[in-house]
T-cell receptor, first 113, second 115 residues
Framework: AQTVTQSQPEMSVQEAETVTLSCTYDTSESDYYLFWYKQPPSRQMILVIR??????QNATENRFSVNFQKAAKSFSLKISDSQLGDAAMYFC??????????FGTGTSLTVIP | ETGVTQSPTHLIKTRGQQVTLRCSSQ?????VSWYQQALGQGPQFIFQYYREEENGRGNFPPRFSGLQFPNYSSELNVNALELDDSALYLCASQPRTNLPTDTQYFGPGTRLTVL
């Protein structure tokens, strides 16, 4: 079974600085997708960024980028120029070839003004 | 906003009762997944429905059941409620085209409290 591990329950960052959230996963599949979702206090999960495992190039979405290391099964999220609105719970998620999603336990990000 | 809606927003039930939660998927999406998110935890996969058929199930007992309707909206039913069923229940829809753009879009959730 696939497992997703987020080893940082809480992180904080100064406004305008950069922060990296870690995620590792375990799988025997070769083809899969990885996601980062953001869950603000309003609780609606919002897609931040997506990475296809067959792509070597790291995905980027504006201030958000990932460092995908397939051999190490690592998928970290970098947030540049952090903003107050980035404060939320961040979940790393794995999508299997069976189209099922597995989530980590989340990292709570605090942005300090 | 993702276009996925859930009702009700909050619900309080007592142990042993039954509950039905509802989800309307985003237009054009034929697949709906349900998740249970306990306080301080990540979402746990309950099951998925694709074109009205169950298409995968997580480690949840049979008292968790579901339906998907021809318009792709969905229901989650939980029988014989237990205190541990208290959680945020999330619904997510996706287009199921097997394209890389397939992504789950989540609703705001239903907060269920079992007393």
């Amino acid at each position: 079974a696939q497992t997703v591990t987020q080893s940082q329950p809480e992180m904080s960052v100064q406004e305008a600085e950069t922060v990296t959230l870690s995620c590792t996963y375990d799988t025997s599949e070769s083809d899969y997708y990885l996601f980062w979702y953001k869950q603000p206090p309003s609780r609606q999960m919002i897609l931040v960024i997506r990475q296809e495992a067959y792509k070597q190039q790291n995905a980027t979405e504006n201030r958000f980028s990932v460092n995908f290391q397939k051999a190490a099964k690592s998928f970290s999220l970098k947030i540049s120029d952090s903003q107050l609105g980035d404060a939320a719970m961040y979940f790393c998620a794995y999508r299997s070839w069976k189209d099922q999603f597995y989530f980590g336990t989340g990292t709570s990000l605090t942005v300090i003004p | 906003e993702t276009g996925v809606t859930q009702s009700p927003t909050h619900l309080i039930k007592t142990r042993g009762q039954q509950v039905t939660l509802r989800c309307s998927s985003q237009s054009g999406h034929n697949t709906v997944s349900w998740y249970q998110q306990a306080l301080g935890q990540g979402p746990q996969f309950i099951f998925q429905y694709y074109r009205e058929e169950e298409n995968g199930r997580g480690n949840f007992p049979p008292r968790f059941s579901g339906l998907q309707f021809p318009n792709y909206s969905s229901e989650l039913n939980v029988n014989a409620l237990e205190l541990d069923d208290s959680a945020l229940y999330l619904c997510a829809s996706q287009p199921r085209t097997n394209l890389p753009t397939d992504t789950q879009y989540f609703g705001p959730g239903t907060r269920l409290t079992v007393l």
